[in-house]
C-alpha cells in the first residue's frame, strides 16, 4: 500500500458516457498529479492540483477536467467518453509544489466499450 | 517543448545479463528521479540524483547523473527474473516545465528477462 488510494480499480463504461476518478494523497502530501498511461505507453501528464488550486496543466482534452478539494482528495471527471479514453489513469502525490518524489496510486483501469 | 528521451524502448536479456537504459534532457535538470514498474502494477519511486557526476548504488542497481545534467543512466549487473517491469527517468527541469508539469517523464524501457 502506497499510502495514494484511488478508486475505483476498474471501470467499464459506454462511449458518450462520463465517470469520475477518485484520489485521496498520501497523508500529508499537498500534491496531487493526474497521469494518463496507454497500453504499452509512457506516463501522459495530464494535471497537478496543489493545496486545492491548479498548479499546470498538460495534454488534458477538454472533455477533461479535474479538483482538488479542502480536504486535498482530487477528482478526475471524463465525460463524452471515446473508445481511445480507455486507459489506465494514475495519481500521484508529492509533499511540496513538486520538489519530492511522487507516490503512486495504484491506478484507475478505464474501458470504455 | 522540453523532453526527456529514455532509449532502448524494449530490451530483453537472459538472466545474469545486465541491463542499461539512458536518458537524455533537451535540458539542463536540477535533478533526476528513476521510477520502476512493474507488470501490473504502478510506478514506484526508486531513486533521485540531484549532483553533477552523482553515482549511487542499491544493490545490484547503479544510477548516474552525468556531469552537465542533461543525462542519467541505470545500469543492473547480472539480472534477475525479479527485475523485470518497464523503467522511468523522469527528470525536473531547472526551469519550471508548465505544461509538462515539474517532472517531465521518459517514455519508459520495458525489460523482459528469460530465466
Known amino acids: 500500500d502506497s499510502g495514494v488510494t484511488q478508486t475505483p480499480k476498474h471501470l467499464i463504461t459506454a462511449t458518450g458516457q462520463r465517470v469520475t476518478l477518485r484520489c485521496s494523497p498520501r497523508?500529508?502530501?499537498?500534491?496531487v498529479y493526474w497521469y494518463q498511461q496507454s497500453l504499452d505507453q509512457g506516463l501522459q501528464f495530464l494535471i497537478q492540483?496543489?493545496?486545492?488550486?491548479?498548479?499546470a496543466k498538460g495534454n488534458i482534452l477538454e472533455r477533461f477536467s479535474a479538483q482538488q478539494f479542502p480536504d486535498l482528495h482530487s477528482e478526475l471527471n471524463l465525460s463524452s467518453l471515446e473508445l481511445g479514453d480507455s486507459a489506465l489513469y494514475f495519481c500521484?502525490?508529492?509533499?511540496?509544489?513538486?520538489?519530492?518524489?511522487?507516490?503512486f496510486g495504484s491506478g484507475t483501469r478505464l474501458t470504455v466499450v | 517543448g522540453q523532453q526527456v528521451m529514455q532509449i532502448p524502448q524494449y530490451q530483453h536479456v537472459q538472466e545474469g545479463e545486465d541491463f542499461t537504459t539512458y536518458c537524455n534532457s533537451s535540458?539542463?535538470?536540477?535533478?533526476i528521479q528513476w521510477y520502476k514498474q512493474r507488470p501490473g502494477g504502478h510506478p514506484v519511486f526508486l531513486i533521485q540524483?540531484?549532483?553533477?557526476?552523482e553515482v549511487k548504488k542499491q544493490k545490484r542497481l547503479t544510477f548516474q547523473f552525468g556531469e552537465a545534467k542533461k543525462n542519467s543512466s541505470l545500469h543492473i549487473t547480472a539480472t534477475q527474473t525479479t527485475d523485470v517491469g518497464t523503467y522511468f527517468c523522469?527528470?525536473?527541469?531547472?526551469?519550471?516545465?508548465?505544461?509538462?508539469?515539474?517532472?517531465?517523464f521518459g517514455k519508459g524501457t520495458k525489460l523482459s528477462v528469460k530465466p
Open positions: 540524483l540531484v549532483k553533477s557526476g
Open positions: 523522469a527528470g525536473r527541469p531547472t526551469n519550471y516545465g508548465g505544461s509538462q508539469g515539474n517532472l517531465i
Open positions: 535540458t539542463t535538470l536540477s535533478n
Open positions: 492540483y496543489y493545496n486545492g488550486e491548479e498548479r
Open positions: 500521484a502525490s508529492s509533499v511540496g509544489r513538486g520538489g519530492a518524489s511522487y507516490t
Open positions: 497523508s500529508g502530501d499537498l500534491s
